[in-house]
């Protein structure tokens, strides 16, 4: 048997960080939601009790630091299951891009083995498996819209954003969740965005009102650390978004458009800048 599941890439409409806690992680307050680019699963039995993972992407590890692997290996043994799995890793977010695409993929492994298995585990217990492989990991399992406090792992639902397009670039460098969250100097944070404004608009489903909220705290790190992510924000606001943002630690920078017209003009715009650019609508 074969079961295909979709990994939709997250963007942040706004990121705070709070304090850093005694366990070392970070208090946020984070707005998330869904993006229409997707990574695409494919899970098959397996005749030996082995975790396989192939991807058409050759810059991912396969092996057990692939986050899809960590979570079929969970699931296994805290459910006991004596099968096998292939699951084939079809990529099409970026990798380390701040689009949370390794949690997405462990997300809708949890999901699609919970179904290829027969295992009827509740969501609520999926929600705490992801959150032991990651803090975006839960988010992941429930997609939608969602404020994220905690680390991140515990989710209230929200309104999804009224419709809109997103342009998503991905400058060609890579950045370390680690090292960013490391570099933030949490108790000396210049603006903090506001995820009461973001939640107030999305409840009034005002477009205008979501695009003042936008704000990310961990941009004071990137941006210093990598300038070029400031050099194609601003080329998104000279193009015309009518908002721009860092998605999660980057370097990835989205745009926000209401006008549909507007889409192909920034599009075309950014392809002279930035290899990686997709023009995607935000999942309602
Ligand atoms: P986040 O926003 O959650 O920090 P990200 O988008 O910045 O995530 P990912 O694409 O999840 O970053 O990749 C981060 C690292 O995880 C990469 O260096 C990659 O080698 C590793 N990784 C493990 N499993 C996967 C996977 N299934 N897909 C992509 N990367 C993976």
């Given at each position: 048997m074969k079961i295909y599941e979709k990994?939709?890439?997250?963007?942040?409409?706004?990121?705070d960080v709070l304090h850093k806690r005694p366990d070392g992680f970070h208090e946020v307050e984070m707005v998330m939601t869904m993006i229409d680019l997707a990574d695409r699963l494919e899970m098959s039995e397996q005749p030996r009790d082995t975790i396989i993972i192939t991807s058409q992407a050759g810059y991912i590890p396969l092996d057990?630091?692939?986050?899809?692997?960590?979570?079929?290996?969970?699931?296994?043994e805290r459910y006991d299951v004596r099968q096998g799995v292939h699951i084939h890793l079809d990529k099409k977010i970026p990798v380390a891009a701040g689009l949370a695409g390794g949690s997405s993929d462990a997300a809708a492994t949890l999901r699609g083995l919970n179904r290829l298995w027969n295992l009827n585990i509740p969501l609520a217990e999926l929600l705490s498996l992801g959150a032991e492989l990651g803090s975006d990991v839960p988010f992941c399992v429930t997609g939608g819209s969602a404020l994220a406090t905690g680390r991140g792992e515990l989710l209230t639902a929200v309104p999804s954003p009224p419709q809109c397009w997103a342009i998503v670039a991905k400058p060609p460098i890579n950045v370390s969740t680690a090292e960013v969250y490391g570099r933030l100097r949490s108790d000396n944070i210049q603006h903090h965005p506001s995820a009461r404004d973001m939640v107030a608009a999305l409840e009034e489903g005002n477009f205008r009102e979501m695009c003042r909220s936008l704000g990310n705290v961990l941009e004071e790190v990137t941006l210093?650390?990598?300038?070029?992510?400031?050099?194609?924000?601003?080329?998104?606001?000279?193009l015309g978004a009518d908002g721009v943002l860092m998605s999660g630690s980057g370097p990835t920078v989205f745009g926000l458009v209401a006008k549909e017209s507007k889409v192909a003009r920034i599009y075309n715009g950014l392809r002279g800048f930035c290899k990686e650019v997709y023009a995607v609508r935000l999942l309602t």
């Open positions: 990994a939709p890439a997250k963007i942040n409409l706004m990121l057990e630091k692939n986050l899809a692997f960590q979570a079929a290996r969970l699931i296994k210093k650390l990598h300038p070029e992510v400031q050099q194609l924000k601003d080329a998104m606001i000279k």
